[in-house]
Structures are given as C-alpha cells and as structure tokens.
C-alpha cells in the first residue's frame, strides 16, 4: 500500500521503541507473577517506574474541572466550534497576557486557540515554509518541532547547545549566508529536554536576527510558568514581538490539562492568519467545554503553576540528591519537570550510548528514562528523567538505579 516518503523521516522511532519495551517490561513482569504463583519459585521483577514522559501525576485546578463539567450539558458544546465562537477564550487569553507580560494584545487577530501546543507547532511549519526551505532549530530539540519541519518538507539547520556553555544558544555560529537563506527559528527557554530556564537576553538576541533577516521567530514556551530559578524568557515581552514572531502556550504543564489538548499562540497577524488559514483545513478548534476550563484556569487559578513549583522544587531537589548519593552526579536544573543527565561514568566507559543505557537501565531496574538521542544527535550521551512521581517513589527508584549501577 502506498504510504509517504515523508513518514520515514519523522524520526520518531527512539520513542516508539522506548514504548515497545516498557510494555514487553509489563508483560514479563505479569509472567513472572503467574510463574511465582504456580511454582512458587520467587523471581519477581520490579513494578515499571515511567519517568520517560512530561505527563504529570499532579491534578488540574477543581475551578477548571468545574467549569468543563457544568458546560458539558449545554448543546453548543457537542457543536462544531468555528473561529469566531472561540472569542470569550481569546478575550481570557488576551488578558492574561497582559497581566503576565504586560503585553496589549488584540484577542480578535492576535490570538488564536490550538489543540496542544504541540499540534501549533507542528503545523507552523506548513503555513509559513515552502518545501526545501531552511529552518533553525536547537540541538537538542523538542521532537515535534523537528517533525513539523519533516511535514513540511522544510530543511533544519541544528544550532547546536553545549552543556559548557550552560545550554545558551550561539546565534553568531551561523554564518552570514546562513541567515540569509533561512525562513523560520524554533526555540523554546525554558528548555525541554535540558530543563534550563535561560535568559531573556538569549531570546532578545534572537529577535534581533530575526526582524533583521526577515525570518519568523517562534518561541514555544509551555513551560514559562514553570521556572526555579531565574525568570522565564517571553517573546510577548519583547517590544517587536509582534514584526515577526509567534509565541506558543500551553495549559498542559502550568494547570496539568495535557489530556485534554488545550493551548494558544500570540503573535503577529499575519502568523496567526496563516495558522489559523491552515488549521481550517485540519480541525473545529475544541469543544467550547474544554475552552470553559481553560478560561477558568486563567481567571479563576492563576495562582496554579505557583503551587506545581512548590511540588516539583522538592522533587528536583531530593531526586537530585539521592542519585548523587547513588552514584550518578547531575547539574541541578534551573527549571521543574526534569532532569537531564549525562551518562554515568560506568555506562560510558562500557561503550553505551543513550539509548543502549536507557534499555538496559528498564531491564535491570523497571525504571524508564527517555534516551536522549530522542531529542537529536546533540541528546547522545544524556537521559531525560520526568519528575513525574511522588518523591518516595523517584527516591526508591535512584536506589534501585544505584543499586543497578554497582552491578554494571
Ligand atoms: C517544548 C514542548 N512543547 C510542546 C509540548 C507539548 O505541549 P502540549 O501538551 O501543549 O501539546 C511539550 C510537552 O512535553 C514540550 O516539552
């Protein structure tokens, strides 16, 4: 059957067989446990411990679950929901906005609602890039930005970032014609997978390229509520923001909504046209019940992300510490959520790369890390671990890391 070229570039197969194996992990542990029953032969694996994923353990606001519950009885919520219907989420959106950032934002062009931030950045690409155009992205990256520009048949041009200079992108290491043939830069600080918050200079600096070499900036920024130390860059606090960027949101991490796909983009007219241009094409927008909780989120919640800090400040901090403990040293992350590390010292020297560690670590200790090659050749040599457990649960699990890493 034909099935397109373009799917065998989305790369997304590190994932996919991180996923294969911690199901076979679930299957072999469950044998075990009939095996034990029937002989009584005690051989029992280690339950899974899935800190391969950013989805968080942690609830959304009761305000926000409130507000979708009681508008899901209303008939316009079964309906189809056009543009203009999401007007009071865009006018909510509007005004955090300008709360936050300080940003005067019109919610009638300059905002639009997305299916997860994920699927607007994805498909950015796609409204702005003609095939075979250059694109910039930071190396490590998020992998759906890398996908959408394989959607879009776009060229990436990797920026890479290098932990000695504490993940902080070098603009100045394109050349000059570099920036002359490139269309489009995806960045995003705080950063996901090396959990730095970074600067709004670095993000200023970016800007300036942009608006000077006319390429569109998109700064995809879920985490922005969600900075340990030092604060989140924002395009929206950039004075030209609006000459050439587009600025990605999320309710996914800051009020714990991922499951239900509730994001938004600010930014330029134009970009926001073409987006939306584009997503007319794909889908109805969300149920305006899930745009009920949304709006209660902002208005009636915003205190929220404050609270998940509290929580995971904690969890960085004594998972940090009891890896350390166990062998495996780290560099404190500035942002919640994650931790990126470098391969233990044991695991280089046996010649594993990430994702050879990231399988055996699953066999040997039920725990599962996400290689981080995943997130492009600048990921080789690390591990991403999500910080999304209670903190007993990530202490038992850098013990039986520890223990693991002695037998290696
Ligand atoms: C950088 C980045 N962008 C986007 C997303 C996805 O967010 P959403 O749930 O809004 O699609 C994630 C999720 O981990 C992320 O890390």
Known sequence: MPISERLSHLGSGVFARNDQRKVAYVGRRASRVIDA???????????????????????PPTAAIEAIAAALGRPESAGYCLHAATLPFREAVAAWAARRFGAAVDPQTEVLLLVGSQEGTAHLPLAVLNPGDAALLLDPYYPSHMGGLRLASARPVLLPLEAEAGWRPDF???SPSQWE??????????????????????LDAAVAKACQHG??????????????EGEAPA???????????????SFSKS???????????????W???????????VDFNQSLAL????????????????????????????????????GWPLRRPSMALYLWLQLPQVARQRGMDSESFCAALLEGTGVCLTPGHGFGPGGEGWQRLALVHPVEDLEAGARRIGAWLQRL
């Open 181 to 202: 043939t490139l269309k489009l830069m995806v960045l995003g600080f705080p950063h996901n997978p090396t959990a730095t918050t970074g600067e709004q200079a670095w």
């Open 255 to 269: 009020w714990c909504l991922g499951g239900y796909r509730l994001a938004f983009a600010i930014g330029a007219e």
């Open 172 to 174: 100045e290491r394109l």
């Open 215 to 228: 390429v569109v900036l998109a700064h995809d920024n879920p985490y922005v509520d969600l900075a340990l």
């Open 271 to 281: 970009l926001i046209t073409a987006l939306r241009q584009l997503k007319g094409v």
């Open 37 to 59: 029953e029937l002989t009584g032969r005690v051989d029992l694996l280690p339950p899974l411990l899935d800190l391969s994923l950013g989805s968080t353990d942690l609830q």
């Open 291 to 326: 745009q009920a909780g949304a709006i209660a989120a902002l208005e009636q919640a915003p205190e929220w992300p404050q609270r998940l800090r509290h929580v995971y400040r904690e969890r960085r901090d004594r998972m940090a510490a009891a890896l350390e403990a166990e």
């Open 235 to 249: 395009l929206l606090r950039h004075p030209d923001w609006r000459r050439c960027g587009i600025e990605f949101f």
